[in-house]
T-cell receptor, first 109, second 119 residues
Framework: RKEVEQDPGPFNVPEGATVAFNCTYS??????FFWYRQDCRKEPKLLMS???SGNEDGRFTAQLNRASQYISLLIRDSKLSDSATYLC??????????FGKGTRLSVIA | DAGITQSPRHKVTETGTPVTLRCHQT?????MYWYRQDPGHGLRLIHY???????DKGEVSDGYSVSRSKTEDFLLTLESATSSQTSVYFC??????????????????FGAGSRLTVL
């Protein structure tokens, strides 16, 4: 079982919709989590860090459920510019970060 | 944006030739990483470095070697390129030592990528 798993999608949603992605992790020792955004043919860029139960930044909300070992990303009022692949990342101690394969989002006009 | 550059950005080469990709940072970060990204596989760690001359293998290290003689440079070498090494290669840097739990120092910053095609 891969350490970080995501639904690959694609999620096709209309502009203005609310969309949520889940990510599950298998390492219970994971201490911090991140969501990265990757545009087509570009490098991943940090979207949000998740250290405690959750984090909110404008239209984006990330939540962490340690008991069930999953992290979610909620995007409200989707914009065309939100179309991208969203990567879930877990981190534990002094080991390399572990990336999920990503969830593809397409926001449609 | 963090100062991290990769070169070359694009390269086409033939099977059996050596290839070296360079990652250069101006942030004085301790950790540097090389990933490859392929459809259906996501980002996979090749090698990483936790200091000058200190490197370790990732999950897909076969066929690759690395060197870090200076803090700012991390080189990835394919001694004899194969078609299976056609990929997009990303370098990344991280400031933290790993023990700073719940810290922005654990965030990875990526370079723009190097697209390698092996014919």
């Amino acid at each position: 079982r891969k350490e970080v798993e995501q639904d690959p999608g694609p999620f096709n949603v209309p502009e203005g919709a609310t969309v949520a992605f889940n990510c599950t992790y298998s390492n219970s020792a994971s201490q911090s989590f991140f969501w990265y955004r990757q545009d087509c043919r570009k490098e991943p860029k940090l979207l949000m860090s998740v250290y405690s139960s959750g984090n909110e930044d404008g239209r984006f909300t990330a939540q962490l459920n340690r008991a069930s070992q999953y992290i979610s990303l909620l995007i409200r009022d989707s914009k065309l510019s939100d179309s991208a692949t969203y990567l879930c990342v877990s981190h534990s101690g002094n080991t390399p970060l572990v990336f999920g394969k990503g969830t593809r989002l397409s926001v449609i006009a | 944006d963090a100062g991290i550059t990769q070169s070359p950005r694009h390269k086409v080469t033939e099977t059996g030739t050596p290839v070296t990709l360079r990652c250069h940072q101006t942030e004085n970060h301790r950790y540097m990483y090389w990933y490859r990204q392929d459809p259906g596989h996501g980002l996979r760690l090749i090698h990483y470095s936790y200091g000058v001359k200190d490197t370790d293998k990732g999950e897909v290290s076969d066929g690759y070697s690395v060197s870090r003689s200076k803090t700012e440079d991390f080189l990835l070498t394919l001694e004899s390129a194969t078609s299976s090494q056609t990929s997009v290669y990303f370098c990344a840097i991280r400031a933290g030592t790993g023990v700073e739990v719940l810290s922005g120092a654990n965030v990875l910053t990526f370079g723009a990528g190097s697209r390698l095609t092996v014919l």
